[in-house]
């Protein structure tokens, strides 16, 4: 780009309609409307770059990995460990054998509680997590303290929905052995101070896993610089497919663990009486893998870094303003967290309207949303609502979508009119 | 797509906005809870019998639009009726919720209004959350039901 055109670079408004037309599945009508699709957090839509890759892969490449003297292995191997090197320098982690891929952020989750959970917890240990965790980032360490009589701890959260620091610095103490805390809420989009959160609980000694999977595709991630212990995050949440995630490990601390499962690829050498483990990450990654997901992941990655993730938070962060201000005209319309440090998530409840009314009639008119719980039943005992109607945000949502948004939450408000 | 006005017609909204019976029933003779974790609606379902006929029935708990106007149809309905009578109307109700067609529409009177739920398949656990607790207290199940 020459300097005269950088200079007259348009705003992030007209880069997001050039950026939905990436993205074939926004073409299409729902309901005999446009789809305004507002269910990002839930899972985001795939651009044609990201489709072409896995298409590309089963026609040209497809073969398994790390065993194979021919060819196609060799390339389809090359692709795979080229993937993890992309992942590595999206969050910055020291080296490629602190990447694992796993299916999702849930299972990188549940790997963490039982393999680093086994050896390390143990009866009158605390673990540490807060108020709006979903519930992947619960039910883990509920099954890892039940089987180990470890402690559960939670760091409570004020009306907001923002992470109460001086609650949490009391409830961390020498007894705290692990903290797990998601770093973006997904039912209220609450950005967490993961990086002192993180300081404070090494102070104590303690392990920290940030649940990243609201955060990458949102804001930049560099877990050097958070120096957090696990980091885990799906791939379909950022523009990739389904099926597969990550979890970065300090390699010292994935180097002591054992293994999660065991079966190929996983181990060194195998006899009857004894066997040996591969190095990492291979020793976490049982079995063949998700080779399409990983290298469609790659191009995942690589499609939101030639955009920039600054780019994207600006675009995302102006779109939740107008969002917010649109919502305060709004009679009865109450925003479920309203935290200071937030991103791409609107969640409300109508006065007097169900949450699943109002996503029912939203979709009448093409805007698809998210009604619920959203995996967070704790977080909805809090505030004491049985559910929330959530819209999210992506780099290719527009204030025409919000637009729609709020013409739709009219209809919603009209209909239930007395 | 159907028309938003035949999942909700007028007579949902005012059954959602004036729930009828929509009180505890202390002593019932038969009672139980109701749960749908997918939208967090929750219900009570309270009976009563005299002679072997619902002699009162109501409800409590919270719950969407749908679910509260089905709940509070359902009370309507079902007095006066037999157990008998009563499992046979749920599963004429629930055929025409879940799009089988109903075998005696004309049977199921008011009811009827929601056969719009057909349509939305993620919609019919709503409209059938109610029911299914009725005949989970008539069954006397100590375990709260739940639509999953």
Known sequence: ?418 | MSDLRELYQEVIFDHNRKPRNFRKLDPADRLAEGFNPLCGDQITVYVKFDQGVISDVSFEGSGCAISTASASLMTEALKGKTEAEARALFENFHSAVTNHGCAKCEDLGKLEVLAGVAEYPSRVKCATLAWHTFTAALDQKDQPVTTE
């Open chain 1, 1 to 418: 780009m020459s300097q005269v055109n950088a200079l007259q670079r348009p705003p992030h408004r007209f880069d997001a309609e050039k950026w939905r037309g990436d993205f074939p599945i926004l073409r299409q009508q729902v309901n005999g409307r446009p789809l305004v699709y507002l269910d990002n957090a839930a899972t985001s839509q795939k651009p044609q770059v990201v489709i072409d890759a896995e298409s590309s892969y089963y026609s040209q490449t497809n073969s398994n990995i790390h065993r194979g003297v021919h060819r196609l292995s060799e390339l389809a191997t090359n692709q795979f460990e080229a993937a993890r090197g992309k992942v590595r320098r999206f969050i910055n982690a020291a080296s490629d054998r602190e990447i694992i891929f796993v299916r999702g952020t849930t299972e990188a989750i549940n790997l963490v509680a039982q393999s680093y959970g086994a050896q390390n917890i143990k009866a009158g240990d605390e673990i540490v997590i807060s108020t709006m965790e979903h519930h992947s980032n619960i039910v883990p360490w509920q099954l890892l303290c039940e089987r180990t009589g470890a402690v559960l701890r939670v760091v409570p959260i004020n009306d907001d929905g923002e992470f109460l620091f001086d609650e949490y610095r009391k409830l961390v103490n020498e007894r705290t052995k692990f903290v797990a805390v998601v770093h973006v809420s997904n039912a209220l989009g609450s950005i967490n101070p993961v990086k002192k959160i993180i300081e404070l609980a090494h102070r104590f000694g303690a392990r920290v896993l940030v649940d990243g999977a609201q955060a990458v595709p949102h804001l930049a991630v560099d877990v050097q610089d958070l120096d957090c212990d696990f980091y885990a995050f799906s791939s379909h949440k950022i523009y990739g497919p389904t099926g597969i995630g990550v979890l970065y490990g300090k390699a010292a601390l994935l180097n002591a663990m054992p293994p999660y499962q065991g079966g190929g690829d996983m181990i060194r050498q195998v006899t009857f009486e004894k066997s040996t483990y591969n190095e990492l990450p291979y020793k976490f990654e049982a079995g063949t893998p998700n080779i399409a997901g990983v290298i469609t992941l790659g191009a995942a990655l690589d499609y939101v870094s030639a955009i920039g993730l600054d780019a994207i938070a600006a675009h995302e962060h102006e779109l939740l303003e107008y969002a917010t201000a649109s919502a305060a005209e709004v009679p009865g319309m109450r925003l479920i967290g309203t935290a200071r440090a937030k991103a791409s998530i609107l969640s409300f409840v109508l006065d007097g309207i169900h949450p699943h009314d109002t996503g029912t009639i939203l979709d009448h008119q093409g805007v698809a949303i998210r009604t619920g719980h959203h995996c967070a039943m704790p977080l909805m005992a809090r505030f004491k609502v049985p559910a929330t109607a959530r819209a999210s945000f992506a780099l290719y949502s527009t204030r025409e979508d919000v637009d729609a948004l709020f013409a739709g939450i009219a209809k919603v408000r009209q209909m239930f009119a007395k």
